[in-house]
C-alpha cells in the first residue's frame, strides 16, 4: 500500500499564490504518474495537472500558464505551485499517486480563494 498526504492548502486572496505538496510513503517500488485533482462544491472531481516519471507534463486548459506541477523522485513528493489565483479555483485538492499495484489518494487539501 502507498499513502499519500498532501499540505500546503489555506485561504489566499485573488492574484495570490500558495504552493501544495505531496509526499508518498509505505510499500514504495516504483511510482508513476503522480498528479493533482480537485473538486469544488457541487461539482465532479477534474484534473488539475500530472507529471510522469520522466517529467512530462499535462494540465488542465484552466490553469495552464498559471499553474505548474513538479516532482522530487528521491523525496517520492510532487508539488503543484499555483499563481494568479481565482476564486474559480476554490476546491478540496487530492494528490493521486500510481504505482504498480494501483492508485492512491491523499486525503485532500482545501484551498480558498476569496478576499
Known amino acids: 500500500q502507498v499513502q499519500a498526504v498532501e499540505s500546503g492548502g489555506g485561504l489566499v486572496q485573488p492574484g495570490g499564490s500558495l504552493r501544495l505538496s505531496c509526499v508518498a510513503s509505505?510499500?514504495?517500488?516504483?511510482?508513476?504518474?503522480m498528479g493533482w485533482y480537485r473538486q469544488a462544491p457541487g461539482k465532479q472531481r477534474e484534473l488539475v495537472a500530472t507529471?510522469?516519471?520522466?517529467?512530462?507534463?499535462n494540465y488542465a486548459d484552466s490553469v495552464k500558464g498559471r499553474f505548474t506541477i513538479s516532482r522530487d523522485n528521491a523525496k517520492n513528493t510532487v508539488y503543484l505551485q499555483m499563481n494568479s489565483l481565482k476564486p474559480e479555483d476554490t476546491a478540496v485538492y487530492y494528490c493521486?499517486?500510481?504505482?504498480?499495484?494501483?492508485?492512491?489518494w491523499g486525503q485532500g487539501t482545501q484551498v480558498t480563494v476569496s478576499s
Open positions: 507529471i510522469t516519471r520522466g517529467d512530462s507534463t
Open positions: 493521486s499517486v500510481d504505482y504498480v499495484s494501483g492508485r492512491s
Open positions: 509505505g510499500s514504495l517500488f516504483i511510482i508513476y504518474t
